[in-house]
């Protein structure tokens, strides 16, 4: 904060995670939080969008759903995998906030970003199987702790623990939006589940690739 206040800065726009302070939030999602609050007291008029799972190539959440679905037809899942969140994909986020940089009115506001659907990480990797036309069979137990669960997404997938493991812990709330108000400044057309992991799959394949 201090350094854009030396350099002059007039606007800043922060993208961080959907969650209440109330919610009993995560280290990481507290963390980025706080951030938040540390811009929004600068000289400088900040901008806050709050998102949760962003879908997109090279994106932990998307990778880590990626390697599940194709390299398990059955998971032994921890109870996390029923949490509602609101997806949004990554073509979407930059969207509000290249919107948010060219009109001014969203200057010293809050905005929650979301997709136009409500779904839970079980129903993600069914719909990213359709997808990708694979089988998969999930059962939820509720024995595997957060810390267990980020080794065993370590096991399967190239997600590290230390990324993991945060994205996890703050699977314990839901994580949805909660206001439309963007929607009234920056209508922009939003992109649904299927839509998204087929733009995040084509981009990793390459020009040409595409899915079969």
């Known amino acids: 904060m201090a350094a854009a206040e030396m350099q002059g800065v007039k606007r800043v726009i922060y993208l961080g995670g959907l969650g209440e302070e109330g919610d009993q939030l995560s280290e990481h999602l507290a963390s980025r939080l706080e951030v938040a609050r540390i811009l929004m007291r600068g000289a400088f008029q900040t901008t806050y969008l709050r998102a949760a799972v962003i879908i997109g190539a090279g994106g932990a959440s998307f990778e880590m759903i990626r390697y599940l679905v194709e390299r398990l037809p059955v998971m032994i899942t921890p109870r ?33 970003i979301g997709g136009p ?38 096991l399967i997938t190239p997600v590290k623990p230390s990324i993991s ?48």
Request: proline share 6%; aromatic share 10%.
């Open 165 to 212: 493991m945060p994205l996890i812990e703050g699977l314990g709330n839901e994580v949805i939006c909660h206001d439309q108000e963007i929607r009234k400044i920056l209508p922009i057309p939003l992109t649904g589940f299927e839509e998204a992991v087929r733009r995040a799959l084509e981009e990793e394949a390459g020009p040409g690739q595409g899915l079969t």
């Open 80 to 112: 996390w995998v029923s949490t509602r969140c609101q997806f949004i994909a990554v073509q979407d986020v930059i969207a509000y906030l290249v919107g948010c940089l060219k009109d001014a009115r969203t200057a010293g506001h809050t905005y929650d």
């Open 117 to 154: 659907e409500l779904l839970s990480y079980r129903d993600m990797m069914e719909r990213f199987a359709e997808v990708e036309k694979k089988f998969i069979k999930i059962i939820p137990v509720p024995l595997l702790t957060p810390k267990l669960s980020s080794y065993w997404v370590w």
